[in-house]
Every structure is written in C-alpha cells, then in structure tokens.
C-alpha cells in the first residue's frame, strides 16, 4: 500500500564524442511500500542505467534529460547536493552483482558494517553499532557473528559476501531497496538461499525493491510486478502473472521462450531470440524490436507504436495490439 516511487516519463541520454546514446527512451513506473518490481532486459538494454538515475548515480557523460523521478511525494531531480546526500545515505540503497563494488578489501566485515551506521547515526555509540552490525549478520543468515565481524570480505565465500553486501545495503532501514542482478554470479542453490532471503527480509521491513535482472526465473521468484525493457523503452509492463501467462508484446515471448527452466528435467529446447541488439547510437525509427520481430509490418518500422492497455496495470508498446484495440472498437465488443 501507498506509493513510494514513481518514475514517469524517463529519458536518459549517453552524450559520447560518437553522437547521443538515448539508454533510456520514455519509461513511466511506481513502486509501492512492500512490493518488489523487476526490470527485465538484455544487458544494454537500459535497465541499470534507468536504476542509477533514480538514486542519483549516474555517471558522466550520462544524463536525465526528461521526465520526473518522485520518492515519497518529493521530486528526486530537483534534489540539493545534501537532499541527495541524505536520499542516498537513508532512504535508498544499491546492491551489486559485484558484492566487492561495496565492500572493501582492507577493513573487516565489522568495521565496515559499524562505519555505515555510523555515517547514517553519529549519535550512535560504537557498542551500540557493533550490536546492531552483529543483529543485522544474523537476520542475512550468518553463523558466528562475532568471529564473523572480525574477518575480512576475502574470508568469506561469494554466497556469504553477497549476504553481507545486503547486510550492509539495509543496516540503516532503507525505504527502497534497488539490487543489480545481486545472484547472476552466484551457482543455483546459493541463489535460491539468497532470493528465499530477500524475500524474506522485505516482508519484516516493508520496504520496496527494484530487481534488475536478464533472467525471468529470478523474476518469477521474487517480483509482484515487471517492466520488460528493449533499447531503452520499455515494451511491456504488468503485474507477474500476466507477464508469464499472458505476456503481450513478442519481444516478452521470445524471452520466455528462451528462458531456461527451473525444472530443466523436460530436454525442451530453449529457443533464443534471433537477430543482434539494436545499435544505440543508430537505433531504428519505429519499434526498436523490428529488426528481430517474425511480425514486423510496415508501421513498425516508421512510428514507435503507443501504449495499449491490455488489462489491469498490464500494457504493451506493440502495433498487433494497437490493431487488437481497433479491431474491438469495430466490432463494438469492447471486451479483451
Ligand atoms: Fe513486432 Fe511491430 Fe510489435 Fe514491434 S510493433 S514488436 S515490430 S509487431
Ligand atoms: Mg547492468
């Protein structure tokens, strides 16, 4: 219940010496206290930058240069230097696929788990930090916590560090929590553990999630809702059930159909998407899926098709759909 981000109308460009690089064309989403949404895309397809740009931390030459990012009813873009500052020290916080990319190597588990604390409360007793730094190992599901707080990230394994990464992103009570493809590197079972975890934790804490992710089992774990995102637009967006049984936009079908499965006792074959991704510095003019698309019509490689309600909170940017929607109005049934 109640919103705690909305993103409408986002565009990001890459001004690189070889011309604008539109990353993220046009994407409009809302995140609510206690739901996890996914965005769902090939790599380059947007969905870390869009990420980044909320919290503030996109790098040069990357720049918003459209649209509005609200957190809390406040607008993120128009933030102070010190808005941003506290934003991204309390309210927010990023984990990686990389758990080194927050750690660092030189000080122990403990000493940083207490420094992030004491960056966010510098009221807090250093007794008081190690007690929650220690509280917070246990809740990731770590044994031995004060033998634990006193090693370096390299003793730990990657499933472990990757639990202290998301110890460190939430000791200080994030509002919303975003995480890049935090298990892409990790084998199958640690990432069950870890995805069981985050759900786990964001059901005590209520908090919000961006999961950023290429792979659709990960989503189906975790995710109420996915925005499924294609050069920079995105194509698809609903709630999961819909995206899995009812999925709309082709290039969503042919992500399922590649997608592997959990249960890969069945020796189906996975079907991968023809064609290359798009070239961003010379994307096309129409829908960016054309060049790969079975469908492809004549429009679709001249107008960006609009977005075309396709049930409750599920729309799809695809000219069939457009044609679905007049071919109803026609016949007067209104009905899906
Ligand atoms: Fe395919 Fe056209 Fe739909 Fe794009 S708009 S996904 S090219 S049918
Ligand atoms: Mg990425």
Redesign the pocket.
């Known amino acids: 219940g109640g919103k705690l981000l909305e993103v409408k109308d986002l565009h990001v460009s890459f001004f690189t010496p070889a011309g604008e690089v539109k990353a993220v064309g046009g994407i409009s989403y809302s995140v609510n206290y206690g739901e996890v949404m996914g965005i769902v895309g090939e790599s380059g397809s947007g969905k870390s930058v869009e990420a980044y740009s909320v919290i503030g931390l996109l790098q040069s030459p990357g720049k918003v240069i459209g649209g509005s990012i609200t957190f809390e009813g406040e607008d993120v873009l128009a933030f102070t230097k010190d808005q941003m500052t506290d934003f991204r020290g309390n309210k927010v916080a990023m984990i990686f696929q990389n758990p080194m990319t927050c750690l660092n190597p030189v000080y122990t588990v403990g000493n940083q788990l207490i420094e992030a604390l004491k960056a966010h409360d510098k009221s807090i007793s250093k007794e008081d930090a190690a007690k929650r730094a220690m509280e917070m190992l246990e809740l990731v599901g770590i044994n031995n916590v004060e033998k634990r707080m006193k090693q370096y990230p390299h003793e730990f394994s990657g499933g472990m560090r990757q639990r202290v990464m998301i110890a460190m992103g939430l000791i200080c009570h994030p509002k919303l929590l975003i995480a890049d493809e935090p298990t892409t590197a990790l084998d199958v079972t640690i990432q069950a553990q870890i995805l069981e975890l985050m759900k786990d934790l964001q059901k005590k804490t209520h908090m919000g999630i961006i999961f950023i992710t290429h792979n659709l089992g990960v989503v189906a774990e975790i995710c109420d809702k996915v925005c499924v995102m294609y050069a920079g637009k995105m194509?698809e967006q609903g709630p999961v059930d819909d995206i899995f049984y009812n999925p709309s936009?082709?290039?969503t079908v042919g992500l399922l159909r590649s997608m592997p499965r959990v249960d890969a006792e069945s020796h189906e074959r996975l079907i991968p998407i023809e064609g290359t991704p798009v070239d961003m510095l010379n994307p096309p003019e129409?829908?960016?899926?054309?060049?790969?698309?079975?469908?492809?019509?004549k429009?679709?490689?001249k107008k960006?098709?609009p977005y075309v309600e396709i049930g409750k909170d599920h729309r799809s940017?695809?000219?069939?759909?457009?044609q679905d929607q007049l071919e109803r109005e026609k016949t007067g049934t209104g009905e899906v």
């Open positions: 194509v936009h082709p290039y129409g829908c960016p899926f054309a060049p790969r698309c079975e469908h492809a019509m429009i679709c490689l960006m098709p940017a695809c000219w069939l759909r457009v």
